[in-house]
């Protein structure tokens, strides 16, 4: 709330609940010290929580609540302090005294949607989705065209398994804020679904903002997976060209090898290994590459770094598994040596696979 707004509702407030009068003093001295010390301690609070935000500094936050207790405490029946209050509390992690303060707004006004929304999300943040759902439908029912509310009802279903009412609901956000990660959830559960209508969503989401990286590494990932190799490799391409890392080098690279340009993709696979030197899966990828494109030398290389990797411990994967690479590492490097003619070499790498 802006200075000049908060000092009109102060001023509203003290004349219609008469507070501050004392003994020794003039209604009219009382009413404006009552208001001075209000106005000092609202801007105190929000000066404390601006240099948190700059500084990070939780002494800070710790600050800025302080005041806005102060402050909800002398105008108890204000639902905006009540709701600041508790979301201060919310930002320094403190579920409880969140959902304290925002009940309190409530019961300052059952019927409030801002208060519904807040106490609603409180109460999803703790893992009481079923009740922090109804309280988020009942936000609707006051404010029927707050995005952020349709949003937070969807990812609620979305982990609750409720695809197809979690897409309805990001959609009914993205109609309505135009919001780049409203239409990514839309074409991410859509395409969870197998809808063909994933597409204009994700299509939706990078036109709202180009450079949404996330949505242009989703919608090549679901471009992949329907067999659309092309387009994933252009929508690949524009996530490394918003950001250039090892990881978005191996997508491109994944591309290019499904369209059978084995040469190209292994030059791509060695741009990544450059910059993610400790990813597994490029260098096995960039290993069969290099076979695929008659490069054995290369292919041994590749190959003998990814179990290098593995069995130095020094290894990172793209989806964290561990599961059952080893073998299949050791058998890439098994695979490279017997195409070089080093058979026998290749027998002794293949014999040191457990057999089940």
């Known amino acids: 709330m802006c200075e000049r707004s908060f000092a009109a509702l102060v001023v509203v407030l003290v004349l219609q609940i008469g507070v501050g009068s004392t003994a020794g003093t003039d209604g009219k001295g009382s009413k404006e010290a009552f208001m001075q010390e209000v106005q000092e301690l609202h801007t105190r609070s929000q000066a404390a929580y601006k240099e948190y935000i700059s500084t990070r500094d939780q002494s800070k936050l710790q600050e800025a609540i302080a005041a806005a207790t102060k402050t909800a405490q002398m105008l108890p029946k204000n639902l905006e302090l009540q709701i600041s209050l508790a979301n201060l509390h919310y930002i320094a992690t403190d579920d409880r005294s969140a959902e304290k303060y925002a009940r309190h707004a409530l019961d300052i006004n059952p019927s409030s949607p801002v208060a519904l929304k807040f106490l609603g999300r409180v109460l999803v943040q703790q893992g009481r989705q079923d009740e922090g759902i109804i309280l988020l439908q009942q936000s609707l029912v006051h404010a029927p065209a707050d995005g952020e509310v349709w949003y937070k009802i969807g990812a609620v279903l979305f982990e609750a398994g409720d695809l197809e009412l979690a897409a309805r609901c990001f959609h009914a956000a993205a109609a309505i804020r135009n919001d780049p990660l409203d239409w990514l959830s839309t074409g991410h559960t859509l395409h969870k679904l197998g809808s063909p209508s994933a597409y204009p969503a994700y299509r939706a989401s990078v036109r709202a903002d180009p450079t949404f990286h996330d949505a242009w590494?989703?919608?090549?990932?679901?471009?992949?997976?329907?067999?659309?190799?092309?387009?994933?490799?252009?929508?690949?391409?524009?996530?490394?060209?918003?950001?250039?890392?090892?990881?978005?080098?191996?997508?491109?690279?994944?591309?290019?090898?499904?369209?059978?340009?084995?040469?190209?993709?292994?030059?791509?696979?060695?741009?990544?290994?450059?910059?993610?030197?400790t990813l597994v899966d490029l260098h096995h990828n960039w290993g069969f590459a290099c076979h695929l494109s008659g490069d054995r030398e290369c292919a041994i290389r590749a190959a003998l770094r990814t179990c290098e990797l593995w069995l130095s411990g020094q290894a990172s994967t793209i989806d964290g598994s561990q599961q059952g690479?080893?073998?299949?590492?050791?058998?890439?490097?098994?695979?490279a040596l017997r195409r070089a003619d080093a058979l026998k070499l290749a027998v002794q790498v293949m014999g040191s696979l457990k057999q089940p």
């Open 325 to 335: 690479r080893a073998a299949m590492y050791i058998a890439g490097l098994g695979h």
């Open 217 to 277: 590494h989703d919608l090549a990932f679901a471009l992949g997976n329907d067999q659309f190799h092309y387009h994933a490799e252009m929508a690949a391409r524009q996530a490394l060209a918003v950001r250039e890392t090892g990881e978005n080098l191996f997508a491109v690279a994944n591309h290019v090898m499904s369209q059978k340009r084995f040469a190209e993709a292994a030059q791509i696979y060695a741009k990544g290994a450059a910059l993610s030197p």
